[in-house]
C-alpha cells in the first residue's frame, strides 16, 4: 500500500487563506471574493490616466491598506493574457494574503479617484529560471524518502519552500520540470504520490516509463482528472497500484482503467480480482515472489518484510537482491530489528 505522511484531508489551503466549503470548481465565492485554491490571488490595476507609473500606483494602494501592508508580487505592467478580460490592464501584481486581497477588492472609486481595481483567484504562470528549478529541486529532495524508494508531492504548493513564491504542479512546466528532476535524483522509484494537486493533464508523464522503470505505486486521488484517456501515459509501467479517488472521472470509469492497465492489481484501496485468462499467470507469479521471499529469508535470516522490500527494489531479480543484502550488511547498515532472531545468517 501507499506510504502517506498524513491522511487524506488537504487541511488548510495556503498559509493565509480560509478554507471554503467542499466544491467541484477550483476557486469558492464568499461575499464578493472567490477564493482561490492555491491562496494566491491576481489584482488588476486599471487606470484612465495615462501618466501614472507603477511606484505611485503601488504607494496609494498601500495607504489605502493601511494598517494592512500590502505585499506586491510578480508585479509588471500592463495585463495578462491568458484572460481576455484581463488582457487591458494597466498594472498586473499578486499577493498571497486573503485579507489584503480582500481589502483591495473593496476599494471604491472615491478612495482610487482615476484607478479602477479587480481582483481574482487566477494563479501567476512562473518562468523556470535557475534559481527557481533549484528550488524545485531541494523540495522534491526533502520528500523523497530512500529506505521505501517512495516520493510524497501530495499538495506540493504547501511546501515550506513556497510560502513566498509560487508553484503548482497543476501548470504543464512545473509537472515536467519535477518530472525531470525525479528521474535524475530517484531513477529507482517505486512509490509516487501526487495527491491534491488539481492536476488535469498528464502529458507531462509521456515516456515515463523511459524515467521510472520500477515504478508500481502511483497515487492521484482528488485532483482534476475527468478522463480515464489521461492514463494513457501510464499505460507501459509496471504499475500495481493505482489511487484515482477525488477527481472528476464519469460513473464506472474502473472498467476503463482496467483496460488500460491490465496489471493493476489495486485500485482506489481495493483489490481487483483476476480476469478469467490472468488467474493462472497470476497465482504462478504469486507463487514464485512468494518462494523467493521465502528462500531470502532463509538464506540471509531477515524477516519477510525486509526480505520482500530487498527483492521489490531489485525488480525480484534474486541474485542482485543476494549481492545487495551481502554488502549492505557488511557495511552495518541492516538494522537488527530486519532479522529473525531464531535464523542465523551467512554472512556474520
Given at each position: 500500500?501507499?506510504?502517506?505522511?498524513?491522511?487524506?484531508?488537504?487541511?488548510?489551503?495556503?498559509?493565509?487563506?480560509?478554507?471554503?466549503?467542499?466544491?467541484?470548481?477550483?476557486?469558492?465565492?464568499?461575499?464578493?471574493?472567490?477564493?482561490s485554491?492555491?491562496?494566491?490571488?491576481?489584482?488588476?490595476?486599471?487606470?484612465?490616466?495615462?501618466?501614472?507609473?507603477?511606484?505611485r500606483?503601488?504607494?496609494?494602494?498601500?495607504?489605502?491598506?493601511?494598517?494592512?501592508?500590502?505585499?506586491?508580487?510578480?508585479?509588471?505592467?500592463g495585463?495578462?493574457t491568458?484572460?481576455?478580460?484581463?488582457?487591458?490592464?494597466?498594472?498586473?501584481?499578486y499577493?498571497?494574503?486573503?485579507?489584503?486581497?480582500?481589502?483591495?477588492?473593496g476599494?471604491?472609486?472615491?478612495?482610487?479617484?482615476?484607478?479602477?481595481?479587480?481582483?481574482?483567484?487566477?494563479?501567476?504562470?512562473?518562468?523556470?529560471?535557475?534559481?527557481?528549478?533549484q528550488?524545485?529541486?531541494?523540495?522534491?529532495?526533502?520528500?523523497?524518502?530512500?529506505?521505501?524508494?517512495?516520493?510524497?508531492?501530495?499538495?506540493?504548493?504547501?511546501?515550506?519552500?513556497?510560502?513566498?513564491?509560487?508553484?503548482?504542479?497543476?501548470?504543464?512546466?512545473?509537472?515536467?520540470?519535477?518530472?525531470?528532476?525525479?528521474?535524475?535524483?530517484?531513477?529507482?522509484?517505486?512509490?509516487?504520490?501526487?495527491?491534491?494537486?488539481?492536476?488535469?493533464?498528464?502529458?507531462?508523464?509521456?515516456?515515463?516509463?523511459?524515467?521510472?522503470?520500477?515504478?508500481?505505486?502511483?497515487?492521484?486521488?482528488?485532483?482534476?482528472?475527468?478522463?480515464?484517456?489521461?492514463?494513457?501515459?501510464?499505460?507501459?509501467?509496471?504499475?500495481?497500484?493505482?489511487?484515482?479517488?477525488?477527481?472528476l472521472?464519469?460513473?464506472?470509469?474502473?472498467?476503463?482503467?482496467?483496460?488500460?492497465?491490465?496489471?493493476?492489481?489495486?485500485?482506489?484501496?481495493?483489490?481487483?480480482?483476476?480476469?478469467?485468462?490472468?488467474?493462472?499467470?497470476?497465482?504462478a507469479?504469486?507463487?514464485?515472489?512468494?518462494?523467493?521471499?521465502?528462500?531470502?529469508?532463509?538464506?540471509?535470516?531477515?524477516?519477510?518484510?525486509?526480505?520482500r522490500g530487498?527483492?521489490?527494489?531489485?525488480?525480484?531479480?534474486?541474485?542482485?537482491?543476494?549481492?545487495?543484502?551481502?554488502?549492505?550488511?557488511?557495511?552495518?547498515?541492516?538494522?537488527?530489528?530486519?532479522?529473525?532472531?531464531?535464523?542465523?545468517?551467512?554472512?556474520?
Amino acid at each position: 500500500m501507499f506510504p502517506t505522511r498524513g491522511s487524506r484531508c488537504p487541511g488548510p489551503l495556503c498559509h493565509s487563506t480560509p478554507k471554503p466549503e467542499r466544491s467541484s470548481g477550483p476557486c469558492r465565492s464568499r461575499g464578493s471574493l472567490a477564493i482561490s485554491a492555491y491562496g494566491w490571488y491576481r489584482v488588476l490595476v486599471f487606470s484612465s490616466d495615462h501618466r501614472e507609473t507603477m511606484k505611485r500606483v503601488l504607494r496609494r494602494l498601500g495607504r489605502q491598506l493601511r494598517p494592512h501592508y500590502l505585499d506586491p508580487r510578480y508585479g509588471h505592467l500592463g495585463g495578462e493574457t491568458d484572460a481576455t478580460e484581463d488582457a487591458d490592464a494597466f498594472l498586473t501584481f499578486y499577493v498571497n494574503d486573503y485579507t489584503q486581497a480582500r481589502e483591495l477588492q473593496g476599494l471604491s472609486r472615491q478612495q482610487l479617484g482615476p484607478l479602477r481595481v479587480r481582483v481574482n483567484g487566477r494563479t501567476p504562470w512562473m518562468r523556470l529560471t535557475p534559481a527557481y528549478c533549484q528550488r524545485l529541486r531541494h523540495a522534491v529532495r526533502s520528500r523523497y524518502d530512500p529506505v521505501r524508494q517512495s516520493l510524497d508531492l501530495a499538495l506540493f504548493h504547501l511546501a515550506p519552500e513556497w510560502r513566498a513564491e509560487f508553484c503548482a504542479l497543476a501548470q504543464p512546466c512545473c509537472l515536467r520540470a519535477v518530472i525531470g528532476i525525479v528521474a535524475q535524483e530517484m531513477p529507482h522509484l517505486l512509490h509516487l504520490r501526487l495527491d491534491m494537486n488539481y492536476l488535469r493533464d498528464l502529458r507531462p508523464f509521456h515516456d515515463v516509463e523511459r524515467r521510472f522503470p520500477r515504478l508500481q505505486y502511483l497515487s492521484l486521488g482528488d485532483n482534476r482528472l475527468d478522463s480515464v484517456s489521461e492514463l494513457q501515459v501510464f499505460r507501459l509501467l509496471p504499475l500495481i497500484e493505482l489511487d484515482l479517488r477525488g477527481n472528476l472521472l464519469p460513473a464506472n470509469y474502473e472498467r476503463s482503467v482496467r483496460d488500460i492497465l491490465p496489471r493493476l492489481q489495486i485500485l482506489n484501496g481495493a483489490e481487483l480480482h483476476p480476469r478469467p485468462h490472468q488467474r493462472s499467470s497470476s497465482l504462478a507469479l504469486h507463487n514464485c515472489r512468494s518462494a523467493l521471499v521465502s528462500r531470502l529469508c532463509r538464506e540471509t535470516g531477515m524477516n519477510s518484510y525486509w526480505s520482500r522490500g530487498a527483492l521489490e527494489v531489485n525488480d525480484w531479480h534474486y541474485s542482485k537482491a543476494l549481492w545487495a543484502f551481502a554488502k549492505c550488511h557488511k557495511n552495518r547498515q541492516i538494522p537488527r530489528h530486519a532479522f529473525d532472531s531464531s535464523k542465523i545468517t551467512y554472512f556474520n
